[in-house]
């Protein structure tokens, strides 16, 4: 099947279709911590209320699950998966940072790790014990949100451990797949094993979310400059964009951006002058050109995969959305936005 659209229905109009049914579904996974645990269910609700995502991808496996059977409510477990796995993983990720005191309401810094522990590890596996989960795949899922948990604490522990001296492109992307590709590949390979779909189909899905989830890493990555958090500047993170302007600075000018990148911690004169240099025009075309291949490679794993051409042409939206270029030279062009 070729790129051409079909009309079909966006992420955010199935998130506003079935998010009360999400919702009903994180209700049940909490009633299943048992009578036993009143303090950790009310916390981990806490958390979950405080933590609300921009985008809605908790659709994302139902969507998948869609494309291989017609329908998306089956895999409505899976979404819960999702966003019990990103509530944690954000906030671990702002506790490594050092905002963890900032970002969890009303609940102490001790509280919220606790939730943010029972969120991504005991509870997801309880979710995949739903009686909405055939038995019969209960076992491969619970072993998905295993490997999730080494794979992207294996990312996460190269980024915080990376050299910025030796960074690559490539020792980036390897970062980034585990980071956020293997969360995103999590869902897609247990949406096509809960479809019951044979392996290797499940294994593309996998490297379907491998990729969408480099591509989303670097929206968000854009996201960050374009809203003058700078974050991944203060906290001296390791982007694809500061890799691309690595390798495209002359010899004689990667000891400066290097520079910059260890002062833009605590300079706001070294994080604007370093932001002068990853928007440069050749570092901006080198991004652009392999945000493109990394959406090329998107695509051409949704058409080799095929299916109900309404939810597989909301997924190749999906990954056009997140592929924009959103950063250009001067980023007070409104146009930039």
Known sequence: MGWGYVKSI????LHRRVSADIEAETESALE???????????????????????????????IVHAVETGTPEPAVPLAVVHELWWTSACY?????????????????????????????????LLVVQSPRIPESVRGVLSAETVKCWILAT???????????????????????????????S???????EL?????????????????????WQIFNDQEDILSGRNEDLLNGTVTYLLACALEEAAPQSTERVLELHSAARNSRHA??????????????????????EFRDEARRILDELGGEAAYLS????LVDESSRMLLQTDPTDSGAV
Do not use: C
């Open 314 to 317: 909301a997924l190749r939206h």
């Open 271 to 292: 994080r604007a002058e370093l932001t002068d240099v990853l928007l440069s025009p050749a570092v901006l075309r080198r991004y652009e050109k392999d945000i493109n």
């Open 186 to 192: 999590m869902v897609t390979a247990m949406a096509a």
């Open 32 to 62: 299943r911590l048992g009578p036993s645990a009143k303090s950790v269910r009310a916390t981990v609700a806490k958390l979950l209320e405080h933590r609300t995502f921009t985008y809605p991808l908790s659709v994302l496996p139902m």
């Open 92 to 124: 671990l990720d702002d506790l490594a940072d050092g905002q963890g005191a900032f970002v969890a309401g009303d609940l102490s810094e001790s509280e919220a790790l606790l939730a943010a522990v029972i969120s991504g590890n005991p509870l997801p």
């Open 10 to 13: 966006s992420y955010l109009d």
């Open 154 to 184: 294996e990312g996460q522990l190269s980024d915080l451990r990376g050299d910025v001296a030796a960074t690559t492109r490539d020792a980036v992307v390897t970062a980034y797949r585990g980071k956020s590709g293997a969360p995103f």
């Open 195 to 215: 479809a019951g779909v044979e392996k290797g189909r499940v294994e593309l899905w996998r490297e379907f979310g491998n990729v969408f989830g480099i591509l």
